[in-house]
């Protein structure tokens, strides 16, 4: 490809520090276009917007670089951008992120970033979901970037192969700190939530989300230990929910009915 | 196990007629839980709710049955009966639906219907989601009532093995129309997009998300065929969405960093 066109999008809306640094970043490889919510919409998982209209509007936010915002969830942009704003264009590559935070383990279903990234691939655009292990607004991007602009160099060189989605995960160390990079699989954990219940100014009770993600096991080959052991996580994902191995199992059903 | 404990949920509220038919049929097995959204969330995938509190109202709608609002998404809603509800006490089953509509294929990730249940398999509770094809709110149910019932008896006799998750979905035909129930996959498709552009009354432009399902293939095995060959279809579902045959196709990019 001469100059790909490259959507960039997050679920944290135009001014966060993590879509700058992907834009910057992408800048250098093609054409970028960047739609992003317009308000937070971390934990949206793959919500679409079904019940009211969108709103999209074109912003001056990245020098020389297209952008809107649209009123909608991380998967809305993307369905947005393939058939409004870049209708009967061929998008080369997704990027979405950087993300603060973890989206390994169970965090990918939950997590507007990655699902931004698996919308895209279900509409067959390579896609990648980005995500920096550092909370702080004042996270240093530079090893997110760094590795960042390796993997797309890898894929403008040889492809994905049968990989459509990427999910990586960037832990919170310095370029020279990072061992490299880990091809691995979602570990198995959950969070065990533990809600915070507390009264409002009436009296009457609220529940608030919090909760601690409970690792199942910390074998070597997840993308837990590969970040837990100073590596960038790579997890090629999919949408086929199918849980193949367990047809067996229920495969009696047919007779049983 | 003697007198199940079943939670019932559902991603369209309480005054759906799905979920009364759910709750109906869970009733001949054992205690039935019910907590649904106290709005309709269609569409809300894995939707969580991070940024506000929640809000729990015990109500009376059910004779005899403990149910519950909640303020959120239909994964809030299973979150907030295992940790504050049913809190130390066991779930055997978790029963979502009965959804108007297919979550067959790629739909999947977009059902709030479906992702309840699916929270509930990622917390350990065996779940089932189920959905009857047919938007109508007159639909009848009792089909999806009499193969439910099916399901919900294998469970209490076998278990699912497994499989901790199964994606239900029911014909529009008579139970005697119906041939059966397969075991399947989920079918590859996805939605074209075709946004309704429209101008409000001050004349900016919304859009309003509309499309078309299109099927990759019809193979047979598939979810789609099934139900389109007058199936129950029932798709042994996860949430480790790693794509394990495409690791070997970016292997090389631990090397190339």
């Not at 090629?236 to 199918?242: A, E, F, G, I």
Request: hydrophobic share 40%.
């Amino acid at each position: 490809m001469s100059k790909p066109l490259i959507l960039v999008t997050n679920d944290d809306g135009m001014i966060a520090p993590g879509i700058k640094a992907l834009v910057e970043l992408s800048s250098e490889f093609g054409e970028v276009v960047v739609i992003a919510p317009d308000s937070p919409q971390s934990g949206q998982g793959h919500a679409i917007t079904i019940t009211e209209p969108l709103r999209l509007n074109r912003v001056d936010v990245f020098e020389g670089i297209t952008a809107y915002e649209c009123s909608g969830t991380p998967v809305d942009c993307v369905k947005l951008a393939k058939s409004i704003i870049l209708k009967g264009r061929n998008i080369d590559l997704c990027l979405s992120g950087i993300n603060h935070g973890s989206n390994a383990s169970i965090n990918i279903i939950y997590s507007g970033t990655m699902s931004a990234a698996m919308e895209a691939s279900v509409e067959r655009i390579p896609s990648i979901g980005l995500s920096l292990l550092d909370y702080s607004f004042e996270a240093d991007f530079s090893a997110a970037k760094h590795f960042t602009r390796k993997v797309i160099q890898f894929f403008l060189a040889h492809g994905f192969g049968d990989a459509k989605l990427l999910n990586v995960n960037i832990p919170k160390l310095s370029i020279h700190e990072i061992k490299g990079v880990k091809v691995c699989r979602q570990a198995e954990g959950n969070w065990t939530e533990d809600f915070v219940e507390s009264k409002d100014p009436r009296g009457e009770s609220y529940y608030w989300l919090t909760g601690d993600f409970v690792l199942e096991s910390n074998d070597e080959g997840t993308d837990i230990w590969a970040l837990k052991n100073g590596y960038v996580s790579v997890v090629p994902s999919m949408h086929d929910l199918t849980h193949y191995k367990a047809m067996d199992s229920i495969k009696e059903l047919e007779d049983f009915i």
